[in-house]
């Protein structure tokens, strides 16, 4: 039997994948959003929301049953090719349907035919997800290999973005970059298979088997992409390009520091559905204790300190023209602690256990809170309207997830050190709230805050000996004693 990854080290190597996700478009987006200007990154973030339907429908469910299905048959080289192979074909089928689809979308509707270039470069994303089958490389937990391929196509599409990327009319250019970032790096994935999978037919398929679960997730995906591109696209259709750039701006930081918190679940998923396979109840408990307590410990402070200093981050982040992204930028920074927690809730404990109706349900009753609110506040409060829908569907999703769960996660949800994390956050607010007075420029503000705020936090859950701190503290000291050590070696 192949030797079992450390989640220790899939989590660092996810880690380092999720901050070069945040450090590329902390680089880029300061430059690419003072040339393009709202009006420039608002069509293109609605393109490129428009593109994630066609998307997500191209897709089915597979993502995230492919990485459960492939992780329960790891262990056998021949099983794990039947079941890619069978999960391609039914992918790369629906790819066909999608671009039929889209096509005819462009021809015969206005708001799409006055961009359709933008559309059919950004459109390039169905094709590389389909090649990509980056669920095979997540069920067998290849975070080394996801990381160093994902961090060289990034590098590439940074310098490109400064190349390529003066004039406002370069937003199409802009869309195409930030694609070849995201998706790109798929096309290695099909030569890098024959290292995991048979490349040539290996018969005995059987399609069928696959459909009902597929449609399952499908519905989840369906629920969970109307509610996330949701707001984009009715801003887009009910306000206009300069909203969406607001929007986009508030969105593009909240995303950043949603995939350092469900970082650690994203390497816990196929970890989770293999001791469900083997019936190790009691693993599959112990880490997502450790990991709802991780999402607290992080998802808190980021939460409150980008309220607190959601002006100075916009404008370093985005430029003076983007003051109208500071309010929904507020509104929607709740939204990391409640999706960390339901990332571990959703894809940790009920995926696993085979009950993804549940995931279903609550992202049904979130998409349907999402578009009610939207449709009512949209109109007058533009990107603020959206900022308030995301966060109430984003609660409501928690609670219906937690309802499901409660008798599992309640124990885990009533030990976890509440009382602590607010101590740690009052004091880290008055350590750093004072330096917006100092009149300084906006990247010196965040810099001392930052380290005041943060450091403050840190130290107060050490001394007040919190475990999980205790432990990602002791966990960074380890890693700097082995360097050191190799450094006088």
Not at 80 to 103: G, K
Not at 225 to 237: A, I, Q, S
Not at 245 to 272: D, F, M, Q, W
Not at 360 to 389: C, H, M, Q, R
Request: glycine share 6%.
């Amino acid at each position: 039997m192949p030797k079992q990854k450390s989640i220790k080290k899939n989590f660092i190597m996810n880690a380092i994948l999720t901050m070069s996700q945040f450090i590329f478009p902390l680089i880029t987006f300061p430059y690419v959003s003072r040339i393009l200007l709202p009006a420039g990154t608002g069509r293109v973030s609605f393109a490129i929301s428009v593109i994630t339907y066609f998307t997500m429908f191209s897709q089915l469910g597979i993502p995230t049953y492919g990485i459960r299905k492939c992780a329960q048959v790891r262990d056998d080289k021949m099983k794990l090719t039947r079941v890619t192979h069978e999960l391609f074909f039914i992918n790369f089928t629906m790819n066909i349907l999608a671009y039929v689809i889209l096509f005819f979308c462009i021809a015969f509707i206005p708001r799409l035919q006055a961009d359709r270039t933008l559309y059919l470069v950004v459109s390039l994303n169905i094709i590389f997800t389909c090649v990509g089958i980056d669920w095979m490389y997540q069920g067998l937990e290849e975070y080394t290999y996801i990381t160093v391929r994902s961090i060289v196509f990034k590098f590439i599409a940074l310098v490109a973005m400064f190349l390529f990327i003066h004039h406002k009319s370069d937003y199409v250019i802009y869309g195409g970059i930030s694609i070849f970032a995201a998706s790109a790096s798929n096309v290695l994935n099909l030569i890098n298979a024959r290292k995991h999978i048979y490349m040539h037919p290996v018969g005995g398929y059987c399609i069928w088997r696959h459909l009902k679960p597929i449609l399952v997730f499908f519905a989840m995906s369906v629920a969970t992409t109307v509610y996330t591109n949701l707001d984009t696209v009715m801003l887009g259709f009910m306000k206009n390009n300069t909203e969406v750039g607001y929007y986009n701006a508030a969105v593009k930081i909240k995303t950043i520091l949603v995939s350092i918190v469900t970082s650690l679940g994203a390497v816990l998923l196929p970890r989770a559905s293999y001791y469900v396979e083997q019936g190790d109840y009691e693993d599959l408990r112990r880490i997502s204790s450790k990991a709802l307590n991780f999402v607290l410990d992080i998802a808190c402070p980021l939460v409150l300190y980008f309220i607190l200093f959601a002006k100075e981050g916009i404008r370093l982040l985005s430029g003076p023209a983007y003051g109208g992204a500071v309010l929904p930028m507020q509104w929607i920074q709740p939204t990391i602690l409640f999706i960390g927690l339901t990332n571990i809730l959703g894809l940790q404990i009920l995926v696993p256990l085979g009950k993804e109706k549940y995931v279903l349900y609550s992202e049904i009753a979130g998409a349907i809170v999402d578009f009610v609110i939207n449709w009512f506040l949209i109109p007058k409060l533009g990107s603020t309207g959206a900022s308030i829908g995301t966060l109430a569907a984003e609660f409501v999703v928690l609670v219906v997830q937690y309802h499901v769960l409660r008798d599992q996660v309640s124990g885990i949800f009533k030990k976890l050190p509440y009382g602590k994390i607010v101590l740690a956050l009052g004091l880290a607010t008055l350590a750093s709230l004072w330096v917006k007075r100092l009149g300084l420029h906006v990247f010196f503000v965040l810099v001392i805050s930052v380290i005041l705020f943060m450091g403050v936090y840190v130290l107060v859950l050490t001394f007040t000996k919190e475990p999980m701190m205790l432990e990602m503290v002791g966990t960074v000291r380890s890693k700097l004693g082995s360097v050191r050590n190799k450094s006088k070696q």
